[in-house]
């Protein structure tokens, strides 16, 4: 294949390295002006008033709005992808610090951030929740008396609980027969592993600008990753239909899940109708890290297994912590609730996984959407059982780990998934099995005060299904083409991959391929521009619209002489007749054929959707719960400092199976990127809260990986099962390097010292006082011997 | 039907009335530098020197560019519609005075403006030619020594002439034999008629900014009818693939065949490319002038009748001026040049019609496209035979109009042309009969100086065919939709008039219907926004796109309830079951149905072509020369003052048979205003040169009707005779209105006062002057008689 395979640069790399890129951030309009949110100083109140005065008085400040302002609207007061919880400025209760009460509108940025310190708002506070398992318990301080499911959220009502809970969706799997299971195990553990809240931090801030035009029509320009539900929510928000609405999204300075689903882009948007003039509203950082985070969990999971190194049943109870809104929450507690008990073969299994309101910051999607917390126990608990029985622990992944046609624990069966060729991978790169059998013979690789020790961990990941992707490409009559598509360009280099499926199709250089970004007038409807799922949902569309135009050139051709479509191709950008090299024509020629002049265009289209069967909502048993699967492993070599606590990482082998690499450059890339944006999970990065106050919402205190904490050696393996249904066989990466990074780093700690770490990040202080603790122990167990 | 047919107000309507619609007039970019034009001062000449550096000192002047800077690029330095003949920028010779020579590239248009005074041209001038007759003769002074047809001009390859004249088409029509129609006439009328040039002058001027975008894509926004062609033609300039060519429209301040093909873009955006910055052009008022202007003509008819009232013979010698760059004008020569003998049924035409270069200002494409120029000649024919042969006119037209079923002068059989019934409605509405009867009774309606009298006259045109309209309908998961369409809303309604055509298929109010603007990245192919071919074109692209969505909602719901898809219809937003009211579900519902999920899109697309039958070079006979043929007519009432010669219309009645009118209101208005703006070019309207230069180049000098030049009562008619293949039976309005008005007041003014000018316009000076040749001629033939 000429395009499809090939690590062709970026498309858009020269803009961006000049500097001249898109993005909304740079956006001017005539006459614009320049939002800042005023937010609750209180976790947990209801507001008892809002005087705006003094900050309506100075000059530049256009107007102060508040949510009683809009409650004098004809608007819907909340919006969320999940449940309408979220109100586009809070009038009623606020549930967290950093919740928005009021914006000022300035003639610029400088004046709304003077002016919002003049809004003097007062609030009788209420008790506040803000630990996941006594939030989840009865009797707890209610955080949402009252929820609305949105539309989307219409398969799920069987999993809300009733009023007055914060548990806000409780998804239950059960397969098998859990006492049965445990009855035949010889050994049970059961363990218990904690996450923090964390924070995205892509280098450019949420940003939106909204305008009103002549027409009565809202434009929308957004750093968002998900512009097809900006539309269809800010229309539910104005009360519009969705044709009144439009949202585009130029490049992306990075997403990572905060910029799924509406973040600012209501308020703008509604701000925009009260001044019916263009608004700008930039958060500055220190809003970010407050306006949605990573879900804190509190995972406990039971295992059995029997002497022979087989699981046979694992019960595991996950809460994650959504915050003050339940964002995307309750997808993540379900859909990668469903994926807790392992990508392994496990004949019976029972989840329970909960989504539980606190007043701490919002939490929803992030780079793995409640993954890498799965895998990270997991993971862990697989090294813990493995080290306590005296198994090799990759040789027990590999005892049950999923294989094709086996059975995962929600009922479908696995098709596409090479966990067996990356634990071989795992092995192979970091030497595994040499390092295993010296550790068994007691060799232990120190230095001074530091050990070195190795460490795997693999995961398992369903893409977001069901979901739909739409595409339209359309071919120029000099042979050139354009791709419409609404999936996101936020760093992950899709235009460049879309626009190789396109041109790969149409015989065509990727040069002469245009990708439009999103524009929701014209792009089709997308679901989101997250989960790994682009390559697969809109690269299949793409495929398949590039198709439909291949398909009308050929009943042409064919018609033309007489020969079978059959024999037709289309390669360097001309359509080629098996067996009759004379009969070529050129694409351009071939339209001219087509319209009897050097002009027209040949449009095609495909709007993809996911077969999908809704799980049995007590049981969560589905022959088709997603339409495929994407692993991943990590192994790593670490060297700790027992005198510090300080883990360095030697060497990181990041792999996974993409089905096929459409661009092997960028496949590797995103191994490596999210791998990288672990290390900081899995070492230093955690928000620390205060009564509810994040007191490290700022880049100084909150630490995220540079370059010194890079590792030594990096490595990317790409795996390549393809998948059927995938294009080319594609699947999907950008999350695949994500999911084992934190376990395979812990159980390296463990096998450097034999100290483990059972809650998120492994800090110096965490590790050095379970050094000492293991240090303890061996001492008093050395001591009764004696 | 609920929405065609209905007076919808125009969706733009608030916008425009609020001043907030998007002009690129009012384009900013960041950065963005401004051009001034510098203009040949010469009719014809060889650039000898063009010295800059004078300009390049004055500060803010960033770069001043001539057609030699050029020369060093990698580019193509013609371009044009019909032939390549136009440069860039001049580099060899140039051809009129106004020739673009070199730019300017300011920090303000104000400084450009300034600058372009400082650069000095020197020229060695050629013998110039400004009479078409005289051009067209062979030793001539050649405008253009080479000619180079565009690839869109193949199929007129035969009647290029050989290089060395000024004749760059000759069109040759031969239907029946001339001669043995001339021998069976009983009478022959030999006149020739002559119209001047004239000016479009829209209210906006042309403007267009051009941006190379980092990515190396060159954005166009431009004030032009003629998006898709922009793209292809730019692209052939800057030898880039289509893909790599952006050019969006938004609304246009009018057009009327001034902003067709390159006038300025492919300047601003070479411009663009040398400053790597954001350019615009904006054209002063008085280099509109001097950029494109109404072809002059001369056209020497002769006509064979018998005494029975049949016309039996018609040939038609037509003289286009198309000054110094041929723009469309070989087009106007081929295809209004076949519809020269008019709307008749005569068995034996012969019609040769010449496209001639000269050294005046460029013609092209101007509302009615020729077709004006040759009613104005051959109805006035058809009066002047009349009053000799003493029939009444009507009736005279009666007995030889073109009507169901009869074969057009090229060979093609009529079908949906109301001529018959514009005649009667010009009877009706004006009371011609009860006019003509009491004139031929000898009756005068004086009032002092002044007389009143009633004239009519009708025509026909054919659309542009061959040709093609593309169009992208999305319906949203919410049941509302968006139409992708290249077509240019120029103020002619077409937006509205698109969406009702969209809304009415999809059983939608017109309110859920988004329209997008032009851009070639997303909008298909469009052949132009011209020639009456929108609503027929772009209306069944958009008809056709819109029923694909219909037949896949169809499709489902037909499976969902096992009923036959033809039981099902689109209404109210719902889809309804014939017979099964209780089945009837939304739109919105549907969709939901469709994906499982209210979410999604269904995308609907279309590409119409017309059929068309290349007509034979030698005779201009095809079955098939135009996909549909529309007719109009106007009778006028007019008050001719005896002592001054001043015309004054009292009635005006422009009557049209447009298939359907789609929106009723907008179709009277199309109709109001071509009529309205053809009162301008018969009685005051014409450019004025002395020795090539434009004297009147102004809006001072040149005159175009006011307030007070508008008929004392107008009146417009819609016809609507179904076009089979028109959507919902419509063909095309834009024109129509344009044909009758200059020889129906000429018909006018020869009832009343027995006069004929045989040169367009009837000014005052002109009609004084033939008013008292025919006293004179009255009162010699009275003293004879005595």
Same mark, same amino acid.
């Given at each position: 294949?000429?395009?499809?395979?090939?690590?062709?640069r970026r498309?858009?790399?020269?803009?961006?390295?000049?500097?001249?890129a898109e993005?909304?951030?740079?956006?001017?309009?005539?006459g614009?002006?320049h939002?800042k949110?005023?937010?609750?100083?209180?976790?947990?109140?209801?507001?008892?008033?809002?005087?705006t005065?003094?900050?309506?008085?100075?000059p530049?400040?256009?107007?102060?709005?508040?949510?009683?302002?809009?409650?004098?609207?004809?608007?819907?007061?909340?919006?969320?992808?999940?449940f309408?919880?979220?109100?586009?400025?809070?009038?009623?209760?606020?549930?967290?610090?950093?919740?928005?009460?009021?914006?000022?509108i300035?003639?610029?940025?400088a004046i709304?951030?003077?002016?919002?310190?003049?809004?003097?708002?007062?609030?009788?506070?209420?008790?506040p929740?803000?630990?996941?398992?006594?939030?989840?318990?009865?009797?707890?301080?209610?955080v949402?008396?009252?929820?609305?499911p949105a539309?989307?959220?219409?398969?799920?009502?069987?999993?809300?609980p009733?009023?007055?809970?914060n548990?806000?969706?409780?998804?239950?799997?059960?397969?098998?027969?859990?006492?049965?299971?445990?009855?035949?195990?010889?050994?049970?553990?059961?363990?218990?592993?904690?996450?923090?809240?964390?924070?995205?931090?892509?280098?450019?801030?949420?940003?939106?600008v909204?305008?009103?035009?002549?027409?009565?029509?809202?434009?929308?320009?957004?750093?968002?990753?998900?512009?097809?539900?900006?539309?269809?929510?800010v229309?539910?928000?104005?009360?519009?239909?969705e044709?009144?609405?439009?949202?585009?999204v130029?490049?992306?300075?990075?997403?990572?899940?905060?910029?799924?689903?509406?973040?600012i882009?209501?308020?703008?948007?509604v701000?925009?109708?009260?001044?019916?003039?263009?608004?700008?509203?930039?958060?500055?950082?220190?809003?970010?890290?407050?306006?949605?985070?990573?879900?804190?969990?509190?995972?406990?999971?039971?295992?059995?297994?029997?002497?022979?190194?087989?699981?046979v049943?694992?019960?595991c109870q996950?809460y994650?912590d959504?915050?003050?809104y339940?964002d995307?929450?309750?997808?993540?507690?379900?859909?990668?609730?469903?994926t807790?008990?392992g990508?392994?073969?496990?004949?019976?299994?029972?989840?329970?996984?909960?989504?539980?309101?606190?007043?701490?910051?919002?939490?929803?999607?992030f780079?793995?959407?409640?993954?890498?917390?799965?895998v990270?126990?997991?993971?862990?608990?697989?090294?813990?059982?493995a080290?306590?029985?005296g198994?090799?622990p990759?040789?027990?992944?590999?005892?049950?780990?999923?294989?094709?046609?086996?059975?995962?624990?929600?009922?479908q069966?696995?098709?596409?998934?090479?966990?067996?060729?990356?634990?071989?991978?795992?092995?192979?790169?970091?030497?595994?099995?040499?390092?295993?059998?010296?550790?068994?013979?007691?060799?232990?690789?120190?230095?001074?005060s530091?050990?070195?020790?190795?460490?795997?961990?693999?995961?398992?990941?369903?893409?977001?299904?069901?979901?739909?992707?739409?595409s339209?490409?359309?071919?120029?009559?000099?042979?050139?083409?354009?791709v419409?598509?609404?999936?996101?360009?936020?760093?992950?280099?899709?235009?460049?991959?879309?626009?190789?499926i396109?041109?790969?199709v149409?015989?065509?250089?990727?040069?002469?391929?245009?990708?439009?970004?999103?524009?929701?007038d014209?792009?089709?409807?997308?679901?989101i521009?997250?989960?790994?799922?682009?390559?697969?949902?809109?690269?299949?569309?793409?495929l398949?619209?590039?198709?439909d135009?291949r398909?009308?050139?050929?009943?042409?051709?064919?018609g033309?002489?007489?020969?079978?479509?059959?024999l037709?191709?289309l390669?360097?950008?001309?359509?080629?007749?098996?067996?009759?090299?004379?009969?070529a024509?050129?694409l351009? !020629?071939? *339209?001219?054929?087509?319209?009897?002049? =050097?002009? /027209?265009?040949?449009i095609? $289209?495909? %709007?993809? &959707?996911?077969?999908?069967q809704?799980?049995?909502?007590?049981?969560?048993?589905?022959?088709?719960?997603?339409?495929?699967?994407?692993?991943?492993?990590?192994?790593?070599?670490?060297?700790?400092?027992?005198?510090?606590?300080?883990?360095?990482i030697?060497?990181?082998v990041?792999?996974?199976?993409?089905?096929?690499?459409?661009?092997?450059?960028?496949?590797?890339?995103?191994?490596?990127?999210?791998?990288?944006?672990?290390?900081?999970?899995?070492l230093?990065?955690?928000c620390r809260?205060d009564?509810?106050?994040?007191?490290?919402?700022?880049?100084a205190?909150?630490k995220?990986?540079?370059?010194?904490d890079l590792?030594?050696?990096? !490595?990317? *393996?790409?795996?390549?099962?393809?998948? =059927?249904e /995938?294009?080319?066989?594609? $699947?999907? %990466?950008? &999350?695949?390097?994500?999911?084992?990074?934190?376990p395979?780093?812990?159980?390296?700690?463990?096998?450097?010292?034999g100290?483990?770490?059972?809650?998120?990040?492994?800090?110096?202080?965490?590790?050095?006082?379970?050094i000492?603790?293991?240090?303890?122990?061996?001492?008093s167990?050395?001591?009764?011997?004696?």
């Open positions: 294949m000429p395009v499809i395979g090939q690590s062709h498309i858009e790399s020269k803009g961006k390295i000049t500097g001249q993005y909304v951030m740079n956006m001017e309009l005539p614009m002006l939002i949110v005023l937010r609750s100083t209180v976790p947990h109140g209801r507001i008892k008033s809002i005087d005065s003094a900050a309506e008085q100075i530049g400040v256009i107007k102060v709005v508040t949510g009683a302002d809009l409650q004098n609207m004809d608007i819907h007061m909340h919006y969320g992808p999940a309408r919880d979220q109100p586009v400025l809070a009038f009623d209760k606020v549930c967290y610090i950093g919740d928005p009460v009021a914006a000022v300035a003639e610029t940025a709304a951030a003077d002016a919002v310190n003049y809004i003097n708002a007062d609030y009788e506070e209420l008790e929740v803000f630990d996941v398992l006594e939030a989840a318990k009865e009797g707890a301080p209610i949402h008396e009252v929820i609305r539309g989307s959220f219409a398969d799920l009502k069987n999993l809300l009733k009023e007055g809970s548990v806000c969706l409780h998804y239950k799997l059960r397969h098998g027969d859990l006492e049965k299971g445990f009855a035949e195990a010889d050994h049970i553990f059961e363990d218990t592993f904690r996450t923090p809240a964390a924070v995205h931090l892509p280098m450019e801030q949420h940003v939106a909204a305008q009103l035009d002549s027409n009565g029509r809202m434009n929308i320009w957004t750093a968002n990753q998900s512009p097809s539900f900006i539309r269809s929510e229309a539910y928000v104005l009360k519009k239909p044709s009144q609405i439009r949202v585009r130029p490049y992306l300075g990075g997403g990572f899940g905060t910029k799924l689903y509406v973040k882009e209501a308020l703008v948007a701000l925009a109708l009260i001044v019916k003039k263009p608004v700008k509203l930039a958060l500055a950082m220190e809003e970010v890290f407050i306006t949605l985070t990573k879900h804190a969990t509190v995972f406990k999971m039971r295992t059995g297994v029997t002497n022979d190194g087989r699981i049943a694992r019960d996950v994650w959504t915050g003050a339940a995307i929450g309750p997808r993540i507690t379900q859909k990668s609730g469903f807790a008990a990508p392994y073969d496990i004949p019976n299994v029972s989840i329970d996984s909960y989504c539980v309101y606190t007043n701490n910051v919002p939490a929803g999607a780079r793995g959407f409640g993954v890498p917390q799965l990270w126990a997991y993971e862990s608990q697989m090294d813990i059982i080290a306590k029985m198994w090799d990759l040789d027990f992944r590999r005892k049950q780990v999923l294989t094709e046609g086996k059975i995962h624990a929600t009922g069966k696995m098709t596409s998934v090479g966990l067996d060729q990356i634990i071989e991978e795992l092995d192979r790169s970091i030497e595994w099995t040499a390092f295993y059998k010296e550790k068994q013979a007691g060799a232990i690789h120190r230095s001074g530091k050990i070195r020790a190795k460490g795997t961990a693999i995961g398992l990941k369903a893409v977001l299904t069901p979901s739909i992707s739409g339209i490409v359309n071919l120029f009559a000099d042979g050139s083409a354009s419409f598509c609404s999936t996101v360009d936020m760093g992950q280099g899709s235009d460049t991959m879309m626009g190789q396109a041109a790969e149409l015989g065509l250089p990727l040069e002469k391929v245009t990708v439009v970004h999103p524009d929701t014209v792009t089709p409807y997308d679901t521009t997250a989960a790994s799922r682009s390559t697969f949902y809109m690269g299949n569309a793409i398949k619209a590039a198709e135009i398909d009308q050139i050929f009943a042409h051709v064919s033309k002489y007489d020969v079978s479509a059959e037709l191709s390669a360097d950008e001309k359509v080629h007749v098996a067996g009759r090299p004379e009969l024509m050129t351009k !020629e071939a *339209i001219k054929d087509i319209f009897h002049m =050097p002009a /027209g265009c040949i095609g $289209k495909y %709007v993809f &959707e996911s077969h999908y809704s799980p049995d909502p007590e049981t969560g048993q589905s022959e088709d719960v997603a339409i495929f699967w994407f692993p991943g492993g990590t192994a790593v070599e670490i060297e700790v400092d027992t005198e510090t606590g300080k883990i360095d030697l060497h990181m990041s792999a996974g199976d993409v089905g096929k690499a459409i661009n092997p450059f960028q496949v590797h890339q995103q191994l490596y990127g999210a791998a990288v944006m672990q290390i900081g999970q899995a230093f990065e955690e809260y009564y509810g106050q994040m007191i490290n919402a700022n880049m205190d909150y995220v990986p540079t370059f010194k590792p030594g050696k990096s !490595e990317t *393996i790409i795996v390549e099962v393809p998948h =059927p /995938g294009p080319f066989g594609a $699947k999907g %990466v950008g &999350e695949t390097a994500s999911f084992g990074v934190q395979a780093i812990a159980n390296a700690l463990y096998q450097a010292t100290a483990r770490v059972n809650s998120m990040p492994l800090t110096p202080e965490k590790v050095l006082r379970a000492r603790e293991v240090q303890q122990q061996r001492t167990e050395l001591q009764q011997q004696i």
